[in-house]
């Protein structure tokens, strides 16, 4: 079991428009004691749960394309140590080298593996607890 430093499961906010989807990965993050995942259908509401919660990691669509990369611009600027991955059904070169430069190392190309999913998840919160403790 992953924790952070309050010995709780990290927060994890998924940003995904497919119900399925956000309904596969917080079961096995649940079932895997992997993270407490927070569910968002869209950017907007990923954006109010941001505002409203603390969270450690995000996992985002980038189904909304421009305005998926401005929020997580966004959220490297705010919080330059959170950890972040995204999932789309394509990626081209240009967005590939957009995402290195916000430090997002993570893409999941859909339809994925549970496997890859529980990988992404666990490389996300296995840093945690040093960002956790480093923003304290």
Known sequence: MT??????????????????????????????????VHQAATLAIGQQMLQAQRMDAVLASLAEGEAALA????????HPRMQMAVMATSANAAIVQQLKALGIRRLLLQPFKIRDVV????????????NAAAAQ
Not at 11 to 36: F, Y
Not at 71 to 78: F, G, P, Q, V
Not at 119 to 130: D, R
């Open 3 to 36: 924790s952070s430093v309050h010995g709780a499961l990290p927060q994890l906010l998924l940003i995904e428009p497919d119900r399925m989807v956000r309904s596969s990965v917080t079961s096995v993050c649940r079932g895997m004691d992997l993270a407490q």
């Open 119 to 130: 990988l992404t998840v666990e490389a996300l919160c296995e840093v945690l607890p040093l």
């Open 71 to 78: 929020l997580l611009a966004r959220l490297r600027e705010s």
